[in-house]
């Protein structure tokens, strides 16, 4: 699972870059799938209950489960919410980001991504064998509501190994209370999503597309988590150094 975090790590490196202003969705997923069957993966998405792209890519409003399409054109300004998940050699790994495109990023805007991303580094904190569950829900809960931003709860973090999504589930939210102990050796996909307002979603026609019911903008930020005796260990990183006694 390292390995593949490592691998996945790198895809997203290299595919995020191609994510700018005239290029549709469907182009960036296509650009993603080669990547990750360049590295002899498999996309995790793609088929996924039904799921018909490579990746997910939200936009704006869209808080995730975006589909690719050749009909959404990427436009300067644009927020761009990527998700990407792969399998390789039977195990999975699954990391997302949020990129504003441009230059000049409105102060609110850089304010939500830096709450979101923020919140994903309490939660990687809290990845701390014999501590339960809930201490990285209410963690991630702590930075989003200090900043007067909304968690979704609708979308929760999960547990993931042998199969992209697995048990525990990793609420957003929630007393430090809550859950199981946490265990050397579970890997979790801690994933907060911020939003400003309300924090309703709908769902497109699509049957897929998770929009904020307001309208607002949304911020998504995920990686996938070790809990080792060492700490918590990024895996979904392109470096490990150091890492190499787990
Ligand atoms: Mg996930």
Not at 3 to 28: M, W
Not at 86 to 97: K, Q, T, V
Not at 100 to 118: Q, S, V, W
Not at 191 to 219: H, R, Y
């Amino acid at each position: 699972m390292q390995e593949n975090g490592r691998i996945l790590a790198g895809v997203f490196t290299r595919v995020k870059p191609q994510a700018k202003p005239g290029v549709s969705t469907l182009q960036l997923a296509e650009i993603a799938l080669e990547e990750i069957r360049a590295v002899g993966a498999e996309s995790a998405f793609l088929g996924y209950r039904g799921f018909p792209g490579a990746i997910c890519i939200s936009l704006n409003e869209e808080v995730v489960h975006g589909i690719p399409s050749p009909n959404r054109i990427m436009r300067q300004g644009d927020l761009v919410k990527i998700d990407m998940g792969i399998m390789r050699n039977g195990f999975y790994a699954d990391m997302a980001e949020t990129l504003y495109l441009g230059e000049d990023i409105p102060p609110e805007t850089a304010r939500l991504l830096a709450t979101t991303k923020k919140a994903l580094a309490a939660g990687i904190c809290n990845c701390i064998a014999g501590q339960t569950l809930g201490k990285i829900s209410q963690s991630i809960q702590q930075v989003i509501e200090t900043e007067s931003l909304s968690v979704v709860k609708r979308f929760v973090g999960h547990g993931i190994g042998r199969s992209l999504h697995e048990k525990p589930p990793v609420p957003n939210f929630g007393p430090s209370h809550r859950g199981p102990r946490l265990e050397i050796g579970m890997v979790l996909a801690i994933e907060p999503i911020a939003t400003f307002g309300s924090p309703e979603v709908a769902i497109k026609q699509d049957g897929w597309t998770a929009v904020t019911a307001d309208g607002a903008l949304s911020a998504h930020f995920e990686h996938t988590v070790a809990i080792s005796a060492k700490g918590p260990v990024i895996l979904t990183s392109t470096c490990h150094a150091g890492q190499e006694g787990l």
